[in-house]
């Protein structure tokens, strides 16, 4: 039984799914006759490369090419290539064909005459997957081709390909596709194999194939054999429910800990993928983070920021992990106690914390801490126009992850919880804007000082007691 992926495979251009700009080159080119000897198609995988090499390939090698520049996939050389058995079409997965013996024996079958079309046409896929001495052993042939041989190089990493290749060739960059594009061939497909299934279904199959129309298909033929229904998609792809995020954000908003351990606790127990759950979650702060910029919500920016550095580096120790929920329960706890001890610091009065500056930050005088409260807090009522002056993007969006910890006259103390935008504010470059924009803020000479946050265990006020373990 023929996978659905490849039974539905484009047969003609006009089937070319979510690829519209290359289509329209392409049949260009075909229509003028204006062809060259070497192209280069680079992208995500699934997006749609190898099919479309195989289309130029049968317009190249059709008996009777239409006026539009699509093959008339009638000839006997049409019939060939869709059942693969064409011999001057020759594919080579340079995955498991990387050597410089392969390549030496294609320069030299290369010099022979077509079979039976009128030329011949060579897909590498993967191209990147080639040895250095094999890539040099290609490139002799792609700088003089003979006039009968055409080349098709595609590849997922096109940074791997050296330069020398890339010269030579007519490169097209193919996208992700869309999810409605996705979601109209899956509808189409279900119609002609009389499959029973849920629009939102096919949403969710979208949206887990990334981009990816192969993967969507494979998918799509992986859970269809009864009703595709939107509980049997989250089910089978331990997909969390919207509602689970939701649940997740409202806790981190609120500091409620106890709430968001729950949640993450919850999604395990169901089954859940725990990075997919990560991926979701990140994709709701991503959206959170579009919508307060475009509303020019700068209070609201560096929590989400920080938020999104926090779920994004437990995604990546999630798969290391030697308690499954462990690194998320930490940014969990991580969210929800920053924000506390922000919204208290002001009124409380700590142990100074241990700190990493660049320059000693001179502390707080126990007997000003009145006064020292009263600037903090008009202090803090200016800083989004601090942040507005701040010219350079990189700096403006570190500056605001950290928060105000201390007022001292014309000194002010910002602390940070990441060590990348501690770096990045303690360039002297980046030091010279912060004080410029809070000149022309408050009107004054402004000093400021840079601290990372203490340790986990220390900020929350825990203590290390000596005594017997349990």
Known sequence: MTALYRKYRPQSFEDLVGQAPIRTTLLQALK????????????????GKTSTARLIAKAILCENRMVTGEPCNECDICQSVGRGELVDLIEIDAASNRGIDEI???????????????????????????????????????????????????????????????????????????DADIVTQLTAIAEKESREVEPAALELLAKAADGGMRDAISLFEQLSNEKLTVQLVRERLGLTNDQSCEALYVALGTADTQKGLSVVEEAHREGHDLQQFTTSFLGLLRGKLHEAVAAKKTGVI?????????????????????????????????????????AVEPQ??????????????????????????????????????????????SVRASFQTGHLKEVNGKNLKFC???????????????????????????????????????????????????????
């Not at 930490?330 to 969210?335: F, L, S």
Request: overall charge neutral; some cysteine.
């Open 32 to 47: 003028q006759d204006r062809l060259v000897h070497a192209y280069l198609f680079s992208g995500p995988r699934g997006t």
């Open 104 to 178: 030496r024996d294609l320069r030299e079958k290369i010099r022979y005459a077509p079979t039976r079309a009128k030329a011949k046409v060579y897909i590498i896929d993967e191209v990147h997957m080639l040895t250095k001495e094999a890539f040099n052993a290609l490139l002799k042939s792609l700088e003089e081709p003979p006039a009968h041989v055409y080349f098709i190089l595609a590849t997922t990493e096109i940074h791997k390909v050296p330069e020398t290749i890339l010269s030579r060739c007519q490169r097209y960059e193919f996208k992700r596709i869309s």
């Open 302 to 342: 560096p929590k989400l920021l920080q938020w999104i550095e926090l779920f994004d580096d437990a995604w990546m120790k999630l798969k290391r992990a030697s308690i499954a929920t462990l690194p998320l329960e930490i940014a969990v706890i991580r969210g929800t106690q920053s924000l506390e001890m922000q």
């Open 348 to 393: 409380t009065e700590r142990p100074e914390r241990l700190a990493q500056t660049a320059v000693a930050a001179p502390s707080v005088p126990a007997s000003a801490v009145a006064v020292g409260l009263l600037q903090m807090d008009a202090v803090q009522k200016q800083l989004p126009k601090v942040y507005g002056l701040l010219s350079n993007p």
């Open 416 to 470: 940070f919880s990441s060590d990348f935008h501690f770096n990045k504010v303690q360039d002297l470059g980046a030091l010279v804007l912060v004080e410029e924009a809070l000149k022309k803020v408050l009107g004054e000479e402004i000093k400021v000082f840079f601290e990372m946050e203490a340790p986990l265990v220390e900020s929350l006020g825990w203590e290390t007691v000596e005594e017997p373990l349990p």
